[in-house]
């Protein structure tokens, strides 16, 4: 039996939880491999694929420049003209089981998403598989279908939410998938869905090697500052909430006691905090990652909308606590008061609150101990890589 798990990019959170499932298959014997058609466009012989995707992405902008306005400026995917014979490629590798991750940015087709000739299981890492050209979607006009009269006021020119749902519609309901999502606010907005009405679907939260992410000493000041921690690869997106921390540390909290780390891209109001911060990019390099982590006080991420949130489950590995907004998937990863603190959503205020508890409560060593006990309890990868791999087996024993 041999997996393939295919996405758009190498980079981004979706490439690091496939990653850790792969090396966790990998682990148990399991034969697995990762497309990323991001490096597949690099090869010699991708050269005409190379042309027509960036050909594609061209007329995409052309578009969303000119011909239609949206209010909600999260990313977008079309992925309605053929780009990526993916059969071709799962035949020269002799693939079993197909497992899709992120696949949008016009990589491959909705059609041809259907004409996959494997098993298909399907990880949803945000909305767009079951809304409409959106990758995030703050209204439910999925659930409406995008009929015109549901289209918010001041939005004109093309309606692609409602011609990308249509394609949707036209060719997801007659194709069996194996959908996974990472959590239950997921499920339930993918339940609701007429999109997959035929699919089976599990909950199957990502996974971590709690082997490597663990607590290490790190050798601090005695006199040093709590350290808070914020990391996204996307800050500037206001979906991370940026905005929300930026009035926390401004309005509500005592800037002689705390100071700030931003891994990641560099949110637009950075410069403009009152509190002693430091901002590094993008890290790549996992033990890094660990490091930073251990050296932080309480990780702070108040994200407006989560899929599920893995940065949640790092920090908590470590023994480090998270502050975040209740009403998300982070509130499937945090037990408010025992492993961080879920504060009113959309409030700096009790988001200032959750910090100042956590500086005097959770920082102890045996309240580190316990935020790592949960997370273990809950997500380690020992425990829920058999889930996937009864999933494999399962699909393989069908079509064999």
């Given at each position: 039996?041999?997996?393939m798990?295919?996405t758009?990019?190498?980079?981004?959170?979706?490439?690091v939880?496939?990653?850790?499932?792969?090396n966790?298959?990998?682990?148990?014997?399991?034969?697995?491999?990762?497309?990323?058609?991001?490096?597949?466009?690099?090869?010699?012989?991708?050269?005409?694929?190379?042309?027509?995707?960036?050909?594609i992405?061209?007329f995409?902008?052309?578009?969303?420049?000119?011909?239609?306005f949206?209010?909600?400026?999260?990313?977008l995917?079309?992925?309605?003209?053929?780009?990526?014979?993916?059969?071709?490629?799962l035949?020269?590798?002799?693939?079993?089981?197909?497992?899709l991750?992120?696949?949008?940015?016009?990589?491959?087709?909705?059609?041809?998403?259907?004409?996959i000739?494997?098993?298909?299981?399907?990880?949803?890492?945000d909305m767009?598989?079951?809304?409409?050209?959106e990758?995030?979607?703050?209204?439910?006009?999925?659930?409406?279908?995008?009929?015109?009269t549901?289209r918010?006021?001041?939005?004109h020119?093309?309606?692609?939410?409602?011609i990308?749902?249509?394609?949707?519609?036209?060719?997801?309901?007659n194709?069996?998938?194996?959908?996974?999502v990472?959590?239950?606010?997921?499920?339930?907005?993918?339940?609701?869905?007429?999109?997959?009405?035929?699919?089976?679907?599990i909950?199957?939260?990502?996974?971590?090697?709690l082997?490597?992410?663990k607590?290490?000493?790190i050798?601090?000041?005695?006199?040093s500052?709590?350290?808070?921690?914020?990391?996204a690869?996307?800050?500037?997106?206001f979906?991370?909430?940026?905005?929300?921390?930026?009035?926390?540390?401004n309005?509500?909290?005592?800037?002689?006691?705390?100071s700030?780390?931003v891994?990641?891209e560099?949110?637009k109001?950075f410069?403009?905090?009152?509190?002693?911060k430091e901002?590094?990019?993008m890290?790549?390099?996992e033990n890094k990652?660990?490091?930073?982590?251990?050296?932080?006080?309480?990780?702070?991420?108040?994200?407006?909308?989560?899929?599920?949130?893995?940065?949640?489950?790092e920090?908590?590995?470590?023994g480090?606590?998270?502050?975040?907004?209740?009403?998300t998937?982070?509130?499937?990863?945090?037990?408010?008061?025992k492993?961080?603190y879920?504060?009113?959503?959309k409030?700096?205020?009790?988001?200032?609150?959750?910090i100042?508890?956590?500086?005097?409560?959770?920082?102890d060593?045996?309240?580190?101990e316990?935020?790592?006990?949960?997370?273990?309890n809950?997500f380690s990868?020992?425990?829920?890589i058999?889930?996937?791999?009864?999933?494999?087996?399962?699909?393989?024993?069908?079509f064999?």
């Amino acid at each position: 039996m041999k997996i393939m798990h295919i996405t758009f990019s190498s980079e981004g959170g979706a490439a690091v939880g496939i990653k850790r499932l792969h090396n966790s298959l990998l682990k148990k014997k399991i034969k697995s491999e990762i497309f990323f058609f991001k490096d597949y466009l690099n090869y010699p012989k991708s050269i005409k694929m190379y042309y027509k995707w960036n050909l594609i992405i061209f007329f995409k902008r052309l578009v969303l420049k000119f011909l239609t306005f949206r209010k909600n400026k999260e990313s977008l995917s079309i992925n309605i003209i053929d780009n990526l014979n993916i059969n071709s490629i799962l035949k020269k590798n002799k693939i079993d089981i197909v497992h899709l991750h992120w696949i949008g940015n016009e990589m491959i087709s909705i059609k041809q998403i259907t004409n996959i000739q494997k098993p298909v299981v399907w990880t949803f890492h945000d909305m767009w598989p079951f809304v409409g050209a959106e990758h995030f979607c703050y209204d439910k006009r999925f659930l409406n279908q995008y009929r015109p009269t549901t289209r918010s006021k001041g939005e004109h020119g093309i309606d692609l939410d409602r011609i990308v749902w249509k394609e949707k519609q036209k060719y997801f309901p007659n194709k069996n998938f194996y959908i996974t999502v990472p959590s239950k606010w997921m499920m339930k907005n993918v339940v609701k869905s007429k999109l997959f009405v035929n699919s089976n679907k599990i909950i199957l939260p990502y996974i971590l090697d709690l082997k490597k992410w663990k607590k290490i000493k790190i050798l601090k000041k005695k006199k040093s500052k709590i350290k808070l921690l914020f990391v996204a690869s996307s800050s500037v997106n206001f979906r991370k909430g940026f905005n929300y921390l930026f009035d926390a540390i401004n309005k509500h909290l005592d800037k002689d006691l705390y100071s700030l780390l931003v891994v990641g891209e560099k949110p637009k109001k950075f410069d403009l905090l009152e509190i002693e911060k430091e901002f590094l990019p993008m890290v790549k390099n996992e033990n890094k990652m660990i490091k930073i982590f251990n050296s932080s006080d309480i990780f702070v991420l108040p994200s407006l909308v989560e899929s599920f949130g893995q940065v949640y489950i790092e920090a908590g590995a470590v023994g480090v606590p998270s502050i975040a907004f209740d009403k998300t998937a982070a509130a499937e990863i945090i037990v408010h008061k025992k492993n961080g603190y879920l504060a009113k959503y959309k409030s700096s205020k009790d988001l200032a609150k959750g910090i100042i508890w956590a500086r005097k409560s959770l920082l102890d060593k045996n309240s580190r101990e316990n935020i790592r006990n949960i997370i273990f309890n809950k997500f380690s990868a020992e425990q829920k890589i058999s889930d996937y791999i009864n999933i494999y087996k399962s699909l393989y024993g069908q079509f064999k």
